[in-house]
């Protein structure tokens, strides 16, 4: 079983740069999220969706964009990385479409802004 | 806005022991609370979840429980084994929160010496 599988693993952008963290999971979930986590400052919800064509911000969804065209996928863009998105990002997702269930997470991509 | 704490924020114990790490919510208005588990360069794995009508949960050597008039959960380990060690994060769904995601507390992070 797949689960939620991240890519890429690692990255490093200049800033400026965008690109694209890509999430799918097999696991026909309505409910999927995008988190970074920090040191010091635990995990924190960037946007979420609740079903394919619906997204929503989270606590901290500046400079980040997403769609959901597909049940399975949920990408999260960087349209002009800045130093300070240099993170941990992890993409979870739920069984429940409210988010309410166990939610179960990728292995995280690891960006570097430089 | 809605904050959870956990104690220690770092703990070390001979193999064997049992031993409880904590976690506190300002809401008792949760509709759900989980544990989860950090391994270095992974991403969270979910222990247990219990729902805001449950006292407890159990799963193997695990066992979490619930009090949400005094704002606690603890996770109970028995007999503590050196491939437990890994950060150990509790996460609230609150009863308003919604699909809006889990507020996470930052961590015990457990070494468990053989």
Redesign the interface.
């Known amino acids: 079983n797949a689960g939620?599988t991240q890519t890429p693993k690692f990255q490093v952008l200049k800033t400026g740069q965008s690109m694209t963290l890509q999430c799918a999971q097999d696991m026909n979930h309505e409910?999927m999220?995008w988190?970074r986590q920090d040191p010091?400052?635990?995990?924190r919800?960037i946007h979420?969706s609740?079903g394919a064509g619906i997204t929503?911000q989270?606590?901290v969804p500046n400079g980040y964009n997403v769609s959901r065209s597909t049940t399975e996928d949920f990408p999260l863009r960087l349209l002009s990385a800045a130093p300070s998105q240099t993170s941990v990002y992890?993409c979870?997702s739920s069984p429940r479409?409210?988010?309410?269930?166990?939610?179960?997470?990728?292995?995280?991509s690891r960006l570097t802004v430089l | 806005k809605q904050e959870v704490t956990q104690i220690p924020a770092a703990l070390s114990v001979p193999e064997g022991e049992n031993l409880v790490l904590n976690c506190s919510f300002t809401d008792s208005a949760i509709?759900?609370l989980?544990w989860?588990r950090q391994d270095p360069?992974?991403?969270?794995?979910?222990l247990l979840?219990i729902q805001s009508s449950q006292r407890e949960q159990t799963s193997g050597r695990l066992n979490a429980s619930l009090d949400k008039s005094s704002g606690r959960s603890t996770l109970y380990i028995a007999a503590s084994q050196p491939g437990d060690s890994a950060t150990y994060?509790c996460?609230v769904?609150y009863s308003g929160g919604?699909?809006?995601?889990?507020t996470?507390?930052?961590?015990t992070h457990l070494i468990i010496q053989p």
Request: cysteine-free; hydrophobic content about 35%; charged content about 15%.
């Open positions: 939620v409910y999220s988190y010091g400052m635990g995990l919800l979420y609740v929503d989270g606590e992890f979870a479409a409210g988010g309410t269930g166990e939610l179960f997470f990728g292995e995280g | 509709y759900n989980q989860f360069g992974k991403g969270l794995t979910s979840l994060l996460a769904n919604g699909a809006d995601g889990l996470f507390g930052k961590g």
